[in-house]
């Protein structure tokens, strides 16, 4: 098989058997976005009824973030050779542009597999379980979220230190660099930071709680 | 200046100016466990007057486990030369004698980097405020301890995927493998398991009391 040409940096990356993008960076954005305002939208004025802003927005955010753990991500981790699909498959091709970003997608990082999977397998999952603990006041809901946010910020660690260790050197232009890498994990760095430092407080608080009651009890 | 073999496996691991491991395995061991115990002792004799039983072995696991993060692997973690080293420093004796079991330590592998600098810089600090935390009967607690513990169970899943998708073949031989790599990780799985499920629990738990009494309050 001859060794096809490809995008990524660097650009000595060995890809055999890669088949170009077929869709535009647009077409794909706008799939991408569509898709999650409808979920968003579905879970916003679905099962957010009767529910505080926040509440419902944390349960739009759980929704969307497990759905692009599962789906997203979860092709991902299992489609080794995604570089190679010439069907023009949707997941297929939102790797392929992603992999301008950080080409270790497409070069299948060991770190980036493991922190994908992690994401893929337990994370989204559980994304979707705190969607429900929230709609139905369950008492894990705190917890759950703040397990699954660290989760996110430790896989984010993860994922930029290993590129930095490496060199840095995996965005095609700087432009994918800043938008995709940077400006894509941004948001999974910000709102479970967010949503850590709210559940952490909450959690707290609940201690608190109980032990004043303790206290008075004992007295 | 001219390659020294070195023990470790792969075969091909390239360790430019290695310098042989100068004390016994049994030494090493012995100054570790010794010093562990030294400091379990205190905890439980000095910090963990008036305390349950359990919260004193909590205290003894996290001042361990955090002085551990803190100094040995904290020294793995910034010094990326400790193979040439030919002082007989204790430190870089255990992670030569360490990586017979775990090559990717001498060879600097990315992701065991990341890894370990998380745990050192972020996990061992926050260890032994958990001591603290427990010891002052702090209302973030538990919190703290879930905290801490899903971020060494997230470590050793990173550790041991990375590993098993990279061929698996880092131990100098079956020995060292179940031993080191194994046997002692191993420890950083269960414990932290089983204190994530407590802690869990008791968050649970706290949260359901404070529902409780709010429903109560409303009624």
Known sequence: MEEASHPYVPRDLKLPGYVPISMSMSSILTVYLGASLFVVT?????????????????????????????????????????????????????????????SRYAGRDSAVIAVEGITAVIEGPASLLAVYAIAKGKSYSY??????????????LVYFITA??????????????????????????????????RCWNKICAAANNVETKTKKKIR
């Open 164 to 197: 930095f260790l490496e060199g840095d050197n995996f965005a095609t232009n700087s432009f994918y660099y800043y938008s995709y890498y940077i400006g894509a994990n941004g948001w999974w760095v910000l709102i479970p930071l967010l949503i850590s430092f």
């Open 143 to 156: 917890v759950l979220q703040l397990a699954i946010s660290l989760g996110q910020l430790y896989g984010c």
């Open 42 to 102: 579905l879970v916003w004025f679905l099962f957010g009824r009767k529910k505080p802003q926040l509440d419902k927005l944390l349960m739009c955010w759980w929704a969307f973030t497990g759905l692009t753990h599962l789906i997203l991500e979860g092709y991902f981790v299992f489609s080794p050779e995604f570089f190679k699909d010439n069907t023009s498959c949707y997941l297929a091709e939102v790797w392929k542009e992603y992999s301008k970003g950080d």
